[in-house]
């Protein structure tokens, strides 16, 4: 095909990061194209069936999947302006002559030029090597929630969750709504790392939480029958007898990592930072990296909840709509910097905010 | 030093998500207004800081001071709280009661929020569970409500006013 589309503002990514990236920039007026490799938009807020926290600017207080009905409902209301396209992956960059390629489908391929990019990209899952971990039964947490949340597919009946993050706490909790028996949460660290009242939460169900524990074994032959748990010293060091424990999945919620594969590709300068989760842009308050017509927001500038990327993406947004020269309202941004910072105010917020300051520049030499 | 307490444990139990002691963001009413007071008073269970406030935003009385910061642990003015039970269904974290001391001489009521099926009629005799999961009573239902209209339910359990501050769940029998 030698066709290349064209658009004002490229938008890659249609979760919540990149859904307030569109609608902000199409608000000011921009014309906006989004490219979301899901086949439907909204990325992981649609299997997000707990209410979210934040402020009610943030939507506090709303389950997930409602978030991204407002947020599709707010990009509507703006007419023709933002044009999605689902079931596409943009699959490189050319930064010579600003081409982006993408693929709809299996065969269906094209090309992008656009003016300005905001790369909305999210983050991949971890996992943690333990014997027998590509068994059938063993599954990722994103997995879990897409098959009980998105599709009604009860997973299986008795689970290890592996991990004390928000994301683990949460998906246990969604397994005991769905019914599913949760074993134990195990979890390396001494402490839970995720909010304590979702730890709580599950607590009180009857669900517990090991700290200082790991999987070190999946068992079954063709198909997982069980795990085995093992105590940790605080060197992470195995200690105490292995446990098996009878299950037929094992949820793994150990982590994310930033999906940052366009922005190497584009050559933006970048830097691994341990409290952002791997390898990230810099980026200026606008958050616009160091190629100048590439802005960035939510999990791919680094892992943080969903409320703070929707506040990222409306910056990027905004700010790339500026950039495109239109009309844009200064306070607006001034706004979205002072809910960042209230949303990065508390503990988990220290790291973070340690972490942007390796990152983030003053302003990009003209 | 002279410490009898297992202060290890405790620590541990904290750190896994069960509360062990009443401290900041996580009191229990005055006892001699509680025990007098129809309708009862919130009980939060929200000891550490979250950016999150719709404990405030949402309490219609006013009773749930400002936060100044939205990462601020919840303090309640009991003069202002009439026990009406918005915050059990709009906390996020669940982590929201109403514990109403009243009720008889020996029993208290608890509304509890309530995201699991099936859901329990009133009437029906329910497992009361403490912090930790574990079955500490039996409890009636009086009332199920969904005050947001959201899916959160808010269930009013009869339990053992001596376990007041030990049952924080339930289980449905079938």
């Given at each position: 095909m030698k066709k290349t589309f064209e658009t004002d503002l490229l938008v890659i990514g249609g979760g919540a990061a990149g859904l307030c990236a569109a609608a902000e920039a199409a608000g000011a007026g921009a014309n906006v194209t989004v490219i979301e490799s899901?086949?439907?938009?909204g990325g992981q807020l649609v299997k997000q069936t707990h209410k979210f926290f934040g402020s009610r600017d943030e939507y506090?207080?709303?389950?997930g999947y409602k978030i991204a009905e407002i947020l599709l409902d707010e990009i509507k209301s703006l007419g023709d302006k933002v044009d999605i396209r689902c079931n596409?992956?943009?699959?490189g960059y050319y930064p010579e002559d600003g081409v982006f390629t993408v693929m709809k489908g299996e065969d269906e391929y094209y090309r992008i030029k656009a003016k300005k990019a905001v790369m909305a990209t999210g983050a991949q899952e971890r996992m943690i090597p333990f014997?027998?971990?590509?068994?059938?039964?063993?599954?990722?947490a994103g997995a879990v929630q897409t098959l009980m949340?998105?599709?009604?597919?009860?997973?299986?009946k008795k689970v290890i969750m592996v991990g004390a993050g928000n994301i683990g706490l949460i998906v246990s909790y969604q397994l005991a709504q769905a019914g599913?028996?949760?074993?134990a949460v195990v979890e390396a660290?001494?402490?839970?790392?995720?909010y304590w009242v979702h730890a709580a939460k599950i607590r009180r169900l009857g669900i517990p939480i090991l700290l200082r524990h790991t999987v070190v074994e999946a068992t079954g032959?063709?198909?997982?029958?069980g795990a085995v748990i093992q105590e940790l010293d605080d060197k992470f060091q195995l200690i105490g007898e292995p446990v098996k424990v009878d299950c037929d999945i094992i949820c793994m919620a150990v982590g994310l990592t930033p999906t940052t594969e366009l922005f190497w590709q584009a050559g933006c300068k970048m830097q691994f930072v341990p409290q952002l989760c791997g390898y990230v842009p810099f980026r200026d308050k606008t958050m616009?990296?160091?190629?100048?017509d590439m802005w960035v927001a939510g999990?791919?500038?680094?892992?943080?909840e969903a409320s703070a990327a929707m506040v990222e993406g409306r910056i990027a947004g905004h700010s790339a709509a500026a950039a495109l020269g239109l009309k844009t309202d200064a306070k607006k941004f001034d706004e979205y910097w002072t809910r960042l910072d209230h949303l990065r105010a508390g503990e988990v917020g220290e790291k973070i905010l340690a972490g942007i300051g390796q990152v983030l520049v003053s302003g990009w030499e003209a | 030093m002279g410490c009898s307490c297992n202060c290890l444990d405790k620590e541990k139990l904290f750190n896994s998500g069960i509360l062990v002691e009443h401290s900041t963001g996580a009191v229990l009413p005055p006892k001699e207004a509680w025990e007098k007071k129809k309708g009862g008073y919130a009980v939060i269970e929200c000891p550490k800081r979250i950016p999150c406030n719709p404990c405030y935003t949402s309490c219609p009385t006013g009773a749930v001071l400002p936060f100044a910061d939205i990462n601020d642990t919840p303090e309640i003015d009991y003069e202002k709280?009439?026990?009406?039970?918005i915050c059990v269904s709009r906390c996020p974290g669940l982590a929201c009661f109403v514990i109403d001391l009243t009720y008889s001489d020996d029993k208290a009521v608890i509304k509890l929020p309530y995201e699991l099926i099936p859901l329990p009629q009133k009437g029906a005799l329910v497992k009361c569970l403490d912090r930790t999961g574990k079955e500490a009573a039996c409890g009636e239902v009086i009332a199920v409500t969904e005050?947001?209209?959201?899916?959160?339910y808010v269930v009013s359990v009869v339990i053992p006013k001596a376990l007041a501050d030990d049952i924080r769940a339930i289980k449905v029998v079938c």
């Open positions: 899901d086949l439907h938009p506090a207080g709303t389950r596409s992956t943009v699959t014997t027998n971990n590509d068994l059938p039964g063993v599954y990722g949340n998105v599709y009604g597919v009860v997973p299986g599913v028996e949760v074993a660290m001494p402490k839970i790392g995720g032959d063709k198909v997982l029958d616009r990296t160091s190629c100048p999990d791919a500038s680094g892992i943080e | 709280c009439t026990g009406c039970g005050p947001s209209k959201d899916r959160t």
